[in-house]
């Protein structure tokens, strides 16, 4: 058996429970193939497989917190240090009755490799917990971070640990968790990103998911002799990636046709009314029934459908999972020439696999939705210099590095002669520089 055989067969047996973390480790193993069976006694003996797919450490806690008729609510709040091979361990805290421990582990393994495509030097992490903020008053969201913070805070710091927004976790939470960590601490220091531009924040950090999709869709369309001016473009989701992501793709001369939350859709033949839809999603944090009443020319429909409209590009923008086969199929029936994931992994592998032997342009997730992370640790240099850039500057560094990213990812494919397959090339140009860093510093 190969090497990469035998540790998928062990991570499956030692995961057996958690279909999201076996999903993620079996698109990168298979990738890395071409690399590790090069090189396959030299990466067998080092365990190198066996210690990329084990986190470092799997923190999980009891969250207690008051809710506003007195009752003790209790969640549970995890983060897992998955790998800081080349950096401290950095990436965002999801908010969502959804989480348990195979999703965090899928989310930090998936962002060991990100943020090493990145070139920034930051490590793999995530965190969360199964806490709904739908629904909860400012005071119970305020509760809610302030328990979470009371025991994150033994294991998190500036030069340790990391974490930032995601799912749920917006500015909002950032602020609350930032302030209790700098009760308990008594430090001011730059131990979260997505703060508020008034304590250490960088500007474009919001915006910066959504438009280095964008700049990263436009480079791999540019590298296939294409453009996404005059594109029709379907977005999934209505939340922070989302919403930047469509708000770039007007800037490039595309047309965003639909959104979509957890209970429904809008399909807007017009373009979606951006400032509508950060009205009711940003200011009221509403549903987006609110949208199709408030415009004429939207339809909305209950559940899910944004794949079933006639596309160019597709950018899946809201959750793991959300971009089936048969979503694929609509996809290419319509026509759709590139697919650019900004969610993490919300397309299944057998969907990847028909877009791409269909020839539709595929970018990962790790990929193409990096351009958080990377603001990210542009806000981390920001706050060590005691500094901050102006919009300008941060913009244009997440576009050169949105740009460094498709080349190197597209360089890494042919280099193992697979042009074209950037989900091949993004696994591979993100371990190569773990596990060079890994293999120096010896075996820990
Ligand atoms: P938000 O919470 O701001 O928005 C999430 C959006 O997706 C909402 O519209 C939400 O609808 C919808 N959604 C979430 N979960 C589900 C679900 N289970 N079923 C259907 N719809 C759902 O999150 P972000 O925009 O920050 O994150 C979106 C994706 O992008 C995630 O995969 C995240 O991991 C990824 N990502 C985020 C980055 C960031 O910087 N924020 C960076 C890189 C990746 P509703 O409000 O109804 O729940
Ligand atoms: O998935 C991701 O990359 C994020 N949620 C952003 C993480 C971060 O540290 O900015």
């Known amino acids: 058996m190969s090497y990469v055989d035998e540790v998928l067969a062990q991570v499956k047996e030692k995961n057996a429970s958690e279909p999201e973390f076996l999903q993620a480790v079996e698109e990168v193993l298979n990738s890395l193939r071409p690399v590790i069976d090069a090189n396959e006694e030299l990466y067998r003996r080092e365990a190198v497989l066996e210690r990329i797919t084990e986190p470092d450490r799997m923190i999980m806690f009891r969250v207690p917190w008051v809710d506003d008729n007195g009752q003790v609510q209790v969640n549970r709040g995890y983060r897992v240090q998955f790998n800081n091979a080349i950096g401290p361990y950095k990436g965002g805290l999801r908010l969502h009755p959804s989480v348990n421990l195979g999703i965090i582990k899928f989310l930090g393994f998936e962002q060991i490799f990100k943020n090493s495509l990145t070139s920034l030097p930051i490590g793999g992490g995530k965190g969360g917990a199964d806490f709904d903020p739908k ?32 799912i749920g976790t917006g500015a909002r939470e950032i602020g609350y968790m930032f302030g209790q960590y700098k009760k308990i601490r008594g430090v001011f220091e730059g131990v979260l990103t997505g703060k508020g531009l008034t304590y250490g924040g960088s500007l474009a950090r919001t915006q910066a998911t959504g438009y280095g999709l964008l700049y990263f869709t436009r480079e791999m369309l540019k590298s296939n002799n294409d453009d996404i001016a005059g594109k029709t473009v379907a977005v999934s989701g209505a939340g922070n990636v989302a919403i930047y992501a ?199």
């Not at 979470?148 to 990391?162: P, Q, S, T």
């Not at 806000?379 to 576009?399: G, I, Y």
Request: proline fraction near 3%; aromatic fraction near 8%.
């Open 246 to 444: 469509i708000e770039k793709a007007y800037q490039m001369g595309a047309k965003p046709v639909t959104c979509s939350d957890s209970t429904g859709w809008i399909y807007d033949p017009e373009g979606i009314d951006l400032a509508l839809l950060k009205e009711i999603k940003e200011v009221k944090r509403a549903r987006l029934t609110e949208y199709a009443a408030a415009r004429p020319s939207a339809e909305y429909h209950e559940g899910k459908g944004v794949w079933s409209v006639k596309c160019d590009i597709a950018l899946p923008c809201a959750t793991q999972n959300e971009l089936h086969l048969e979503d694929a199929k609509m996809l290419v029936a319509n026509g759709c020439m590139a697919v650019a994931e900004g969610a993490n992994m919300p397309t299944t592998l057998d969907a990847t696999k028909y877009l791409q032997e269909n020839g539709v342009l595929f970018a990962p997730g790790k990929a193409a939705n990096a351009g958080g992370v990377a603001t990210s640790a542009l806000e981390m240099s920001q706050n060590s210099e005691r500094l901050s850039w102006s919009f300008e500057e941060v913009d244009s560094k997440l576009e050169s590095i949105m740009i460094n990213i498709f080349h190197n990812l597209d360089d890494a494919a042919k280099r193992y002669d697979k042009a074209g397959d950037y989900v091949v090339g993004a696994n591979i140009a993100g371990f190569e520089k773990v596990v060079t860093a890994m293999m120096a510093q010896g075996v820990c």
């Open 135 to 166: 629904g909860k008053s400012d005071r119970e969201i305020m509760a809610f971070c302030q328990s979470f913070m009371n025991e994150l805070y033994k294991y998190i710091g500036a030069d340790v640990d990391v974490p930032a927004g995601d």
